[in-house]
T-cell receptor
Framework: DAGVIQSPRHEVTEMGQEVTLRCKPI?????LFWYRQTMMRGLELLIY????????DSGMPEDRFSAKMPNASFSTLKIQPSEPRDSAVYFC???????????????FGQGTRLTVV | AQSVTQLDSQVPVFEEAPVELRCNYS??????LFWYVQYPNQGLQLLLK??????LVKGINGFEAEFNKSQTSFHLRKPSVHISDTAEYFC???????????FGQGTRLTINP
């Protein structure tokens, strides 16, 4: 498997524009996570899905942020409108839960570096 | 809720010296513990994990960590570091049976020749 694939790797956009980040999880994984990494706040969990259903979005900073998972192989994180303080590296990760028998660790993508000017 | 404290933001060491990166966690329930490594401009890669069983866990690249329940610690060690170990290291915790990971702030390990 190619691992978790994120696109684009880099995104530069102007304040006020809509930004869409994309993620393809590892095939067969049933959990998908979106994280944001900044110098000030470190790694923060924004939202995660189980079997394409959002389970916990308490980390989503504001209504400007939204995430969808229309199927098991694709997820998007959208920021509309974007602001300079949204500049960060956004990571997608996926994992598989074996139920009572345990779980895999979270496998991370390479990240999308977002710069809002 | 769980939380993680990595006591050192930066650790400089000389090549071939031993290193310990400290991690303490807080939780009222049983936990899983993880160490991830992030090389420059890369995603996070798992070094090792503690789910249950032996408290001494061995991972990739010669790293190991020991789970100490009484001290709520999960320190990462390597007996002899290499230049290629230069990276940022993250300790993470999740509630047992849960998927949500909480990360520490990271420790930047710099290896000097």
């Amino acid at each position: 498997d190619a691992g978790v694939i994120q696109s684009p790797r880099h995104e530069v956009t102007e304040m006020g524009q809509e930004v869409t980040l994309r993620c393809k999880p590892i095939s067969g994984h049933d959990y998908l996570f979106w994280y944001r990494q900044t110098m000030m706040r470190g790694l923060e969990l924004l939202i995660y899905f189980n079997n394409n259903v959002p389970i916990d979005d308490s980390g989503m900073p504001e209504d400007r942020f939204s995430a969808k998972m229309p199927n098991a192989s694709f997820s998007t994180l959208k920021i509309q409108p974007s602001e300079p303080r949204d500049s960060a590296v956004y990571f997608c990760a996926s994992s598989y839960h074996f139920g009572d028998r345990g779980r895999t660790e979270a496998f991370f993508g390479q990240g999308t570096r977002l710069t809002v000017v | 809720a769980q939380s993680v404290t990595q006591l050192d933001s930066q650790v400089p060491v000389f090549e071939e010296a031993p290193v310990e990166l400290r991690c303490n966690y807080s939780s009222s329930v049983s936990v899983y513990l993880f160490w991830y490594v992030q090389y420059p401009n890369q995603g996070l890669q798992l070094l090792l994990k503690y789910l249950s069983g032996s408290t001494l866990v061995k991972g990739i690249n010669g790293f190991e960590a020991e789970f100490n329940k009484s001290q709520t610690s999960f320190h990462l060690r390597k007996p002899s570091v290499h230049i290629s170990d230069t990276a940022e290291y993250f300790c993470a915790v999740s509630k047992k049976g849960a998927q949500k990971l909480v990360f520490g702030q990271g420790t930047r390990l710099t290896i000097n020749p």
